[in-house]
């Protein structure tokens, strides 16, 4: 079994620029949910895309957009980079279910750095 | 309030020792939750979860829920140096979203 993946590893980039990160998720899951975790918090919920179409979002602005391919892969857009963008970009894949829990995995994260 | 909170510690505790980690939470309408733990410079790794009243357990963990006093704890018995590491709650209040605790950062000392 395939865990997630996601890359690339780490990003430097601008203030201003524009970033693309991706995520593969885990063999048989067709759910993908985005965090953003900052140095010394918890990851907070980006989004989430089921079937292609964004299925819940937290308080992130409009400059974070996402997609969903056919294939469960999963990106990550973010415009206008800010210094506050720097952090961890976790990629999380789940399969959906109606139980009352909902196991995400995560995968290994983008460090991206807005200098 | 935030809504979901952690001690950020750390907790320190010796090799063999039981760790306690505890959680409280703010939305009562949240139907499950989540153990992760967090090495540095890594992703999060589920350990467990939980979603009825009492315990839970694998291994040497133990989760324990009691929705009335909306809190949730992780007890880690015989607790190993390989354990030390930052241990995240988090919470699905029925949403899409987990929300996240700050964690609370464990050492365990040989």
């Known amino acids: 079994e395939t865990g997630v993946t996601q890359s690339p590893t780490h990003l430097i980039k601008t203030r201003g620029q524009q970033v693309t990160l991706r995520c593969s998720s885990q063999?048989?899951?067709?759910?993908v949910s985005w965090y953003q975790q900052a140095l010394g918090q918890g990851p907070q919920f980006i989004f989430q895309?089921?079937?292609?179409?964004?299925?819940g979002r937290g308080n992130f602005p409009p400059r974070f957009s996402g997609l969903q391919f056919p294939n469960y892969s999963s990106e990550l857009n973010v415009n206008a980079l800010e210094l506050d963008d720097s952090a961890l970009y976790l990629c999380?894949?789940?399969?959906?279910?109606?139980?009352?829990?909902?196991?995400?995995?995560f995968g290994p994260g983008t460090r991206l750095t807005v200098l | 309030q935030k809504e979901v909170e952690q001690n950020s510690g750390p907790l320190s505790v010796p090799e063999g020792a039981i760790a306690s980690l505890n959680c409280t939470y703010s939305d009562r309408g949240s139907q499950s939750f989540f153990w992760y733990r967090q090495y540095s410079g890594k992703s999060p790794e589920l350990i467990m979860f939980?979603?009825?009243?009492g315990d839970k357990e694998d291994g040497r963990f133990t989760a324990q829920l009691n929705k009335a006093s909306q809190y949730v704890s992780l007890l880690i018995r015989d607790s190993q140096p390989s354990d030390s590491a930052t241990y995240l709650c988090?919470?699905?209040?029925?949403?899409?979203?987990?929300?996240f605790g700050s964690g609370t950062r464990l050492q365990v000392q040989p």
């Open positions: 988090a919470v699905n209040t029925g949403r899409r979203a987990l929300t």
């Open positions: 063999s048989g899951h067709n759910t």
């Open positions: 999380a894949s789940s399969l959906p279910t109606s139980a009352p829990y909902n196991e995400q995995f």
């Open positions: 895309y089921y079937r292609e179409e964004e299925n």
């Open positions: 939980i979603y009825s009243n």
